[in-house]
């Protein structure tokens, strides 16, 4: 097959295109094209496992240090690099757990969360977070539920996201003293939150209260794409070698070397140069755009509904008093040659690092200005959060004979597949689930309007087969 034919051109070409356009790229990896020192040495770096160059499966060598670095650095007992992305780092997590354990987890979990679980063949039990009316956003889970959660049920584990995109977290301490004191082990999703220990002006994560966590350090750090690291808390019960021994199982035996010396290179950028300039820049530039007429940054003000501090790196900025959505905002930047990480109905979400040209800003705040109006200002919804009745287990539905039917004949039936909208991907339908139909309208809806769905093809969607 002629593969220009879908796409009009190859990737090495879309790639060239897009770098020649030289776009002001508020979107991840945290490199964003810039300071990458490979150069014309990119080939030469790409190796194997030589004399020299360590093994990742069993680090005795330059890798080991590392990943010592790593811990030093995290507060972590240790610290293990990860080639697969976050979503490496939860299935490690997932399958150390053993097989079959009860693990509570919000509603906001990544799909990848959901992967891992079934895989392991765990009991999946789903709280919902709490909901932000004012801002039209999911809020974070709470101390106060993960203990009712706990009361009603005992649990082996609870897996909390935090920070979530939007650079909201979850009061990750005050969650951990309740797992624990229920005999759970608190597990953290913290794949946007790689760069908090770099700077006392981000969000506090307390390490010595987590028993195992990963971070993407390709998100907010200079590293490549795929990049992460999991942790080993320090009062985390498992030994160590039993978690590298599950990492090893769910990553390539060949990793990349040049993703590794990446993980090695952001860390020493973060720790060398710091954010103390660039936390300054970011100060300055979300007041820049709240003089903007109709356009308001979220910041500190927007805490509460479980969510007790924010990432100002991340710059999500409301749009609705413009009289504009989302998406046309993001069009319109695009337009002008500013590339934002995502956009929901009524926002724009911008990732910025250290590793940021400051002019970049100067053209984002002529590309804000220059947005159109609207006729009125857009009242918010708040997003659809509802749990149906759970038939079947994560792996039973996600690993089970499946059918795909149109999404707009599917109530009644037994989601095979996670679905929401994208981004910010939070799930409407969960593995197992019964369709309901205000699910099923609801993602339909969102579809007419443009937004992106995932876990539904072509309107179709994953259902478990029937006899």
């Known amino acids: 097959m002629n593969r220009q034919r879908r796409y009009g051109r190859t990737l090495p070409e879309a790639l060239g295109e897009y770098t020649r356009r030289d776009p002001a790229r508020f979107h991840m990896p945290g490199h964003k094209g810039q300071d990458i020192p490979y150069g014309n040495r990119l080939t030469g770096w790409d190796v194997t496992e030589l004399d020299g160059t360590d093994n990742l499966a069993n680090p005795a060598g330059v890798i080991a240090v590392t990943e010592g670095a790593y811990r030093d650095a995290y507060g972590a007992r240790a610290s293990m690099l990860l080639v697969g992305g976050s979503t490496s780092g939860l299935l490690t997590m997932s399958l150390a757990l053993g097989r079959g354990r009860r693990v509570l987890l919000g509603r906001d979990s990544h799909k990848s969360a959901l ?167 970011v100060e300055a530039l979300r007041a820049r755009i709240g003089r903007i007429n109709g356009l308001r940054v979220l910041d500190r003000d927007s805490l509460g509904y479980g969510a007790v501090d924010m990432d100002l790196t991340r710059v999500v900025i409301d749009v609705t008093e413009r009289g504009i959505d989302g998406p046309q905002a993001y069009e319109c930047l695009v337009n002008s040659g500013i590339v934002c990480e995502m956009c929901d109905a009524y926002r724009v979400v911008l990732i910025t690092t250290p590793q940021d040209p400051d002019e970049w800003y100067d053209r984002l705040i002529d590309g804000l200005t220059h947005l159109p109006y609207g006729m009125s200002r857009l009242h918010k919804e708040p997003p659809y959060i509802a749990m149906g009745r759970q038939v079947c287990s994560l792996g039973e539905a996600m690993l089970g004979p499946t059918e795909r039917i149109p999404l707009a004949g599917a109530v009644g039936r037994v989601a095979a597949v996670a679905a929401g909208v994208y981004p910010p991907g939070l799930a409407c339908l969960v593995p197992g689930e019964e369709i309901q139909g205000d699910a099923a309208a609801y993602l339909l809806q969102q579809q007419a309007k443009g937004f992106a769905l995932f876990g539904v093809e072509e309107g179709r969607i994953s259902c478990i087969k029937e006899d």
Not at 118 to 146: I, S
Not at 231 to 248: Q, T
Not at 249 to 277: C, E, F, H, N, W
């Open 115 to 281: 992967a891992a679980l079934a895989l392991a063949d765990h009991d999946a039990r789903f709280l919902l977070p709490e909901v932000n009316p004012t801002e039209g956003l999911a809020g974070m889970l709470t101390p106060r539920q993960v203990e009712e959660a706990l009361q009603a049920q005992p649990a082996d584990a609870v897996l909390l996201t935090s920070p979530n995109y939007y650079g909201f977290c979850a009061d990750v301490e005050g969650i951990a003293d309740v797992a624990h004191a229920y005999g759970a082990l608190l597990l953290v999703d913290g794949a946007h939150g790689a760069h908090f220990p770099f700077s006392p002006q981000l969000p506090d994560f307390p390490a010595k209260k987590v028993d195992l966590w990963c971070v993407s350090v390709h998100k907010t750090m200079a590293a490549f794409t795929q990049s992460a690291v999991l942790h080993v808390g320090k009062h985390c019960p498992m030994d160590p070698e039993r978690v590298r021994r599950m990492r090893n199982m769910v990553q390539t035996t060949s990793p990349s070397y040049l993703l590794m010396s990446s993980l090695d290179r952001a860390l020493y950028v973060a720790t060398k140069i710091g954010y103390q300039r660039h936390m300054e820049r």
